[in-house]
């Protein structure tokens, strides 16, 4: 079913004005939020926002009020930081106090404020704190899940060679691969990429990512209280959410009845041993429902995020057949024909991690971040905060910093390279945000870009369709994700 923005706008206000009206966090605790558009009343400012281009209401709000500016999501304050400069002042300078999480009610009505990534206060520190160990013992910091990847890495070629240089569509192949690296971590083994159930899984991810960036995800998190009660795409959103939660929850069932407490194998297993050991303790954070929630937070998160960036790599490699013959040069030199592409490469490698980053920064996969808030009442730039104040790290603007970046709009690796072609890191680059909620799955997702786009480059010709120029690498959705257009491409074997 579908509704105009008038239409919803109007149902937003008659059934809201029968609701009581909620005072936002912010409003009215004696802060000085920045300036920004005079909000309505229930709506806020509605009539200044696009919810299919989000990202153009706030580049032109951006123009009129400021790098910091406050924009009403329906009745909620929310302070736009815009560019490098006040994103960083932010989450980097005041990081403590930036580092709560604001409201985003479309995931809210899913995760009630459990697991690591929608949850605050001590409870967020003690369970980021113990996944990012346990991540770490189990493989990012280790070879082992360098090997899990290269494996993974070759089970693509195999499937790849199977398309007979035929056109093919990447999305699924991706997300199983990168799906199955995150999998032998949380669940202790990959799937068969044949295996129904497990298909069905990536297919419910892939989807939700989609609905989660659609507009009407957009006019959900305006009006929650209203269009939680109409019928709807967004109720897709949260079926699919729950079969994944019950998927989970199986899992957990399973290693329950497996666990051997000296041989963990994986992060349930790990969880479930601290359950264990602090089972006499009434404040502890570790229980079922918890653990359900931090690993479906790993399990979405390290799947849709890696799985989308490296498809729209794939579709940018296609639009520039030059770069990518720049990437297979640099791969002989460095790698040679007969051996898998190793995270050590990347030293020898400038022109493909400057590549990697750039698209990283061209895709710009979160373009708005995901929302912050403070944590106590916080002195910004001159303003009051009050604490809860919601926060957008509005990343787009930092990708496309002119300040930053020359010509921002334009895919070119070399903003991340210095004069003598070495690789250089860039302070605006936060494809995975920065400060003390950074991404704890960025050194995961790094190595598994590296490793995928290297691997497939060596033993394949990646060749578009269309002619180049046709390629359109605009985002097909963009809303709390950017989503790459569908696209089919010919794998030629080397
Ligand atoms: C290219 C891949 C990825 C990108 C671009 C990405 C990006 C992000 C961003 C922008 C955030 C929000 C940070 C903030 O609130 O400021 C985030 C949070 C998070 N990511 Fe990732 N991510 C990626 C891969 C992964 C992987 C592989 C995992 C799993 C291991 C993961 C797990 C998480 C978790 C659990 C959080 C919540 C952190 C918190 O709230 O403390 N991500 N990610």
Same mark, same amino acid.
């Given at each position: ?40 009343p ?65 995931v ?11 949850s ?15 991540l ?15 494996e ?13 240089a ?38 419910l ?18 009006f ?13 959103i949260?079926?699919?959410?729950e ?29 479930l ?20 929630? #931090? ?46 592409p ?9 022109y493909?991690?400057a590549l ?12 708005m ?19 809860? #104040?919601?926060?957008m ?11 930053k970046?020359?010509?921002?709009g ?22 995975f ?15 598994e ?5 290297? #691997? ?14 046709e ?5 097909l959705?963009s ?16």
């Open positions: 079913m579908e509704f105009s923005v008038v239409t919803v706008a109007l149902l937003a206000i008659c059934l809201s004005c029968l609701l009581l009206f909620r005072k936002g966090k912010g409003q009215g605790t004696g802060g000085r939020l920045p300036p920004g558009p005079r909000p309505l229930i709506v806020g400012n509605l009539f200044q926002l696009d919810p299919k281009n989000m990202v153009k209401s706030l580049l032109a709000l951006r123009e009129r009020y400021g790098s910091v500016y406050t924009i009403y999501l329906g009745p909620q304050p929310f302070v736009a930081l815009c560019g490098y400069q006040a994103v960083k002042e932010a989450l980097v300078d005041q990081g403590e106090e930036f580092s709560g999480r604001g409201d985003l009610p479309v809210f009505r899913f995760t009630q404020g459990d697991g690591i990534a929608f605050n206060g001590e409870k967020w520190k003690v369970l980021r704190r113990f996944a990012i160990q346990i770490r013992d189990f493989g990012m910091g280790r070879r082992s899940i360098e090997e899990r990847i290269q993974e890495a070759q089970c693509v070629v195999e499937e790849l060679a199977k398309t007979k035929e056109p093919f569509d990447p999305t699924f192949l991706i997300s199983r691969a990168v799906s199955n690296v995150i999998c032998s971590i949380v669940f202790g083994d990959r799937f068969d990429y044949e295996d129904k159930k497990f298909l069905t899984l990536v297919g991810m892939n989807d939700n990512f989609q609905r989660l960036s659609s507009w009407w995800a957009q006019v959900y998190n305006l929650p209280h209203v269009i939680s009660y109409l019928p709807g795409p967004h109720n897709r949260f079926e699919n959410f079969k994944l939660r019950l998927f989970v929850l199986e899992m957990v069932k399973l290693h329950q009845e497996t666990l051997d407490p000296n041989f963990p194998r994986d992060f349930i297993d790990c969880f041993l601290k359950m264990q050991q602090e089972k006499e303790d009434p404040l502890t954070y570790f229980h079922t429902n918890t653990l359900v929630m #931090t690993t479906h937070n790993l399990f979405f998160g390290g799947t849709e995020t890696t799985s989308t960036t490296l498809r729209y790599g794939i579709l940018i490699l296609l639009k520039y057949p030059e770069k990518q013959a720049k990437v297979y040069e640099e791969i002989n030199q460095a790698v040679g024909p007969h051996r898998s190793s995270i050590e490469d990347r030293a020898q490698m400038p493909t991690e990697i980053h750039e698209i990283q920064r061209f895709i710009d996969i979160f373009p971040g995901i929302p912050h808030a403070v944590t106590s009442d916080t002195h910004f730039r001159g303003y009051v905060l009050p604490k809860g #104040t919601n926060i790290p509005f990343f787009h603007s930092v990708h496309n910093d002119v300040t970046f020359k010509d921002p334009r895919f070119d690796p070399t903003n991340f390279l210095d004069e003598n072609g070495g690789f250089c890191r860039h302070e605006a680059f936060m494809p945000s920065t400060g003390k909620r950074v991404c704890l799955g960025e050194a995961l997702a790094r190595m870009i590296f490793l995928f786009l290297t #691997t497939l480059v060596q033993r394949f010709t990646l060749q578009p369709v269309v002619p180049p120029e390629i359109d690498t605009s985002p959705i809303g709390l994700g950017n989503v790459p257009r569908p696209y089919k491409f010919r794998a030629i074997p080397r």
